[in-house]
């Protein structure tokens, strides 16, 4: 147990650089300056953002989380069956319980305009599964940008930024609008070979607004008919370096998952990533099967029916 606690972050101690709380917004209500904070890891101004994997429903998981010490914790609505109103609640319990050192990523559970506004609305910002093509990608950036000057549809709501009280802007010559616009990060996830196959035209079309790019290799697997969630064979390898060739041309900061059983494995995971998650909530749950496998070989059966009788 001491070990564990010499090695646990002195009260989100971030020297000697102030992490993601020098990126943070005037009000935690709003979105940090996530944006920025990617381009700056993928140029190498900073280290790489590491990120914490929420895949339960769970405010009180997001309340330890946000206190953990990482950089960005993702909320994962697309494969939970949270309301709303949970999300909400997570989202503000990483960003006011971390003080501003953590921001809140969500996945959303599809590209459906209502639930991109809905994560965006609540100061997070957001990775979107399953883009495959460039009209869906334009629908995305559509539905996450305010004005008709970025071709945005998204509804201005009048009771998340009040005037003089949470609306103060990073740069006062521009709109609480145009601040957020510039502030909140849209990551997307690749997830399937013509997705690789047309990531080019994708970030021909709408880079500018796209953040990062996230190989999701499990479902892109699953979608190639291939087992597992990662390979060698010659077709995944020839898809991964498609994907690696896209994001060079264009100068586009990756993420993904960097879990392994050791700092070697993480390590050789991240390689090449601006943004990387590497702890979760489900893993030291998981880990528990083993120790009760362990427990039950070695517990053996006594007769324990004797042991409280009166003397």
């Known amino acids: 147990m001491n070990a564990i606690l010499e090695n646990l972050p002195n009260g989100h101690d971030s020297k000697p650089s102030q ?38 429903p769970s405010p009180p998981i997001a309340k330890v989380a946000a206190q953990l010490g990482y950089d960005c914790v993702w909320i994962d609505w697309e494969h939970t069956s949270m309301s709303v109103e949970t999300m909400n609640q997570m989202v503000h319990d990483v960003q006011f319980m971390s003080e501003g050192k953590s921001f809140a990523i969500v996945r959303v559970p599809g590209h459906d305009h209502a639930s991109i506004g809905y994560a965006l609305d609540a100061g997070a910002s957001i990775l979107v599964p399953q883009v495959d093509t460039v009209e869906q ?3 995305i950036v559509s539905s996450a940008k305010f004005g008709a000057v970025r071709n945005g549809t998204r509804s201005a ?22 601040n957020v616009n510039n502030q909140a990060a849209i990551l997307i996830q690749i997830e399937t070979l013509r997705g690789i196959q047309n990531l080019d035209a994708i970030l021909t079309e709408c880079g500018e ?33 498609l994907y690696e060739g896209t994001l060079a041309k264009h100068n586009k900061p990756a993420s993904g ?9 993480k390590l050789g995971a991240s390689r090449g990533k601006s943004l990387v998650v590497t702890g979760s909530d489900i893993l030291p749950l998981m880990m ?24």
């Not at 790019?213 to 995944?236: C, F, H, N, T, Y």
């Open 209 to 241: 607004h796209i953040d990062s790019v996230w190989l999701g290799s499990l479902d892109a697997r699953v979608s190639m008919g291939l087992p597992g969630m990662w390979g060698d064979e010659k077709e995944w390898t020839d898809a991964v370096a």
């Open 19 to 56: 992490g993601v709380l020098a990126y943070r917004a005037p009000s935690l209500l709003q979105p940090h300056r996530a944006r920025d904070a990617i381009r700056d890891a993928h140029d190498g101004k900073i280290p790489p953002l590491i990120g914490f994997f929420i895949g339960l």
């Open 137 to 139: 990608a334009k629908h």
């Open 288 to 311: 528990q099967a083993g120790e009760a496998v362990e427990m039950r070989q070695n517990l053996v059966a006594h007769d324990h029916s004797g042991i409280f009788k009166k003397l």
């Open 157 to 178: 709501p009048p009771a998340r930024f009040l005037m003089g009280i949470s609306d103060t802007t990073i740069d006062s010559t521009k709109s609480i609008w145009e």
């Open 257 to 265: 998952i960097a879990m392994g059983s050791s700092m070697e494995i």
